[in-house]
């Protein structure tokens, strides 16, 4: 009964972190709304905003799929839009469970690093805004299926928004602060 509690408390919480792209036809402005910063967000969440875009991989694979280019274009669209251009985006591998931990720690760095090339030389993004990295077989998408193909994917998640940094250091400067009036008795 524990286990079967403790399972359903780890799935409710794996859902709530990122949005996922549910089929092969996903589109530019879900992506946006997924990763557009909102105003305070940081602050008052304490989720980051991501998208799990379902650009799934072969088995022991970093090689990306045409089906896999066809998505990377579509974010290239995305990433270049206004109300994400200024910003930057982690993009993090992920591999299922089947083999050893620590290769598949590796094979998650080189599918995010796949993506990464692929934005930055193909669809021109500068390679500032991204920041590959891998988590191996640590979050499963599909815990009941740890082999599952559709745990092979790449995440995107937004790096604290450049807004929302500007927001929080006005906010923090000394000089922006209101000044209250005291009145003594």
């Given at each position: 009964?524990?286990?079967?509690l403790?399972?359903?408390?780890?799935l409710?919480f794996?859902?709530m972190?990122?949005?996922?792209?549910?089929?092969?036809?996903?589109?530019?402005?879900t992506?946006i709304?997924?990763?557009a910063?909102?105003?305070?967000?940081?602050?008052?969440s304490?989720q980051?905003?991501?998208?799990?875009?379902?650009?799934?991989?072969k088995t022991?694979s970093?090689?990306?799929t045409n089906?896999?280019?066809?998505?990377?274009?579509?974010?290239?669209?995305?990433?270049?839009?206004?109300?994400?251009?200024a910003?930057r985006?982690?993009?993090?591998?992920?591999?299922d469970?089947?083999?050893?931990?620590?290769?598949?720690?590796?094979?998650s760095?080189?599918r995010?690093k796949a993506?990464?090339d692929?934005?930055?030389?193909k669809?021109g993004i500068?390679?500032?805004?991204?920041?590959?990295?891998?988590?191996?077989e640590?979050?499963l998408?599909?815990?009941l299926?740890?082999?599952s193909g559709?745990?092979r994917?790449v995440?995107?998640?937004?790096?604290?928004?450049?807004?929302?940094?500007a927001d929080s250091?006005?906010?923090s400067?000394?000089?922006?602060?209101?000044?209250?009036?005291?009145?003594?008795?």
């Open positions: 009964m524990t286990r079967l403790m399972l359903a408390s780890f409710i794996a859902s972190g990122a949005v996922t792209a549910q089929n092969a036809d996903i589109d530019k402005n992506i709304r997924s990763l910063p909102i105003r305070y967000m940081a602050q008052h304490g980051a905003r991501a998208i799990d875009l379902d650009i799934e991989f022991g970093s090689n990306l089906r896999a280019k066809r998505q990377l274009d579509i974010v290239v669209d995305a990433l270049k839009d206004r109300k994400l251009a910003e985006f982690q993009i993090v591998g992920h591999t469970a089947s083999g050893r931990a620590n290769m598949n720690l590796k094979l760095q080189r995010a993506v990464f692929y934005l930055v030389h669809g500068r390679n500032k805004r991204l920041t590959p990295s891998g988590l191996g640590t979050r998408k599909n815990v299926a740890p082999t559709e745990n994917r995440e995107f998640v937004l790096i604290q928004s450049e807004r929302t940094k250091r006005q906010k400067d000394p000089k922006n602060e209101i000044k209250e009036k005291v009145i003594k008795w």
